[in-house]
């Protein structure tokens, strides 16, 4: 999460220094094709290798994982019996096939899926809409967008130890509601109140993206392991398009400068009341099939 805002604070620099718009986008274009050749490195995850076959290459994987972790001994008494054994009930839930279709059917999993998908398409259409918005403000949107990064490095901090604290719900919930209620205040202060506005912009700013950093998490240990990967791929495409929606808001402006930020506020604050009836996940396993969503 630190590594996308540090992505925001040197786009902001990049920008100031190169006014040039095709080598700006050159610049942080660029860095993908060194990204590309690193991501050959990561290895692959032990669970999808036991199902392959591949358990020895999984037993020296997770080996690995425990001597990082301080638990070498650990790790040696692991063997690949144990972990084949380990595997059995996952393994014969595997073997039944699962689609799209499976984030709908029965009702935990419906109301799961329909309160991400609102979870992850409020945070990205307020975080972007946000964003998108800086020239309005009157300052250097240079010097905006650096703040707009900073505010970044305190919230998704506190949003870690609040996830650890209190839970993944009430942090997902509260950080949206209270972005939603600083958006909302933004849209009907006068525009000549300059300072006021972009402290409220900045805090809700910050209240989203730690949003964003708990989404990832709180909706992974959500889903179940055999629809895990089909859950986030739905909800971030909802994330998608609430980043695509939110500059289309923006021509509402045309109509009244209380539109935009009034509409983005609205739409965290549903969210956020949305993200209070989802089961808390700090300190449970991580569920592993639909039946175990279905019995919590």
């Avoid at 290459?57 to 070498?72: D, F, P, Y």
Wanted: hydrophobic share 50%; net charge positive; proline share 4%.
């Amino acid at each position: 999460a630190y590594s996308f805002t540090c992505g925001q604070l040197l786009l902001a620099s990049f920008a100031y220094g190169i006014r040039e718009w095709r080598w700006l986008q050159f610049i942080v274009s660029a860095p993908y094709y060194v990204f590309f050749l690193t991501s050959w490195f990561v290895p692959e995850s032990a669970r999808w290798l036991i199902v392959k076959g591949r358990s020895i290459h999984a037993l020296r994987n997770l080996q690995r994982v425990a001597w990082i972790n301080g638990k070498k001994e650990e790790g040696e008494k692991l063997t690949e019996k144990a972990l084949i054994a380990h595997m059995q009930s996952e393994l014969s839930s595997i073997k039944q096939s699962h689609s799209l279709l499976d984030l709908f059917r029965t009702p935990g999993m419906r109301q799961i899926t329909i309160f991400l998908m609102l979870v992850w398409f409020s945070t990205s259409f307020a975080f972007y809409g946000l964003g998108m918005d800086l020239q309005n403000f009157g300052i250097s949107i240079f010097l905006l967008q650096f703040v707009f990064g900073s505010i970044d490095l305190p919230a998704k901090l506190g949003g870690a130890i609040l996830m650890s604290c209190i839970g993944r719900r009430v942090t997902q919930s509260g950080s949206l509601i209270l972005a939603g209620v600083a958006l909302l205040c933004n849209a009907f202060l006068p525009q000549d109140m300059r300072i006021v506005r972009i402290v409220l912009a900045v805090f809700g700013k910050g209240c989203l993206a730690s949003s964003f950093c708990c989404a990832y998490l709180y909706s992974s240990e959500l889903f179940p392991t055999v629809i895990r990967q089909s859950g986030m791929g739905v909800v971030a495409m909802k994330a998608r398009m609430g980043s695509m929606v939110a500059p289309l808001v923006l021509m509402l402006s045309e109509i009244s400068p209380i539109f935009p930020p009034a509409t983005y506020g609205v739409a965290a604050i549903i969210s956020g009341i949305v993200a209070v009836f989802l089961s808390e996940t700090c300190n449970l396993q991580l569920p592993d099939t639909i039946e175990e969503v279905e019995a919590r």
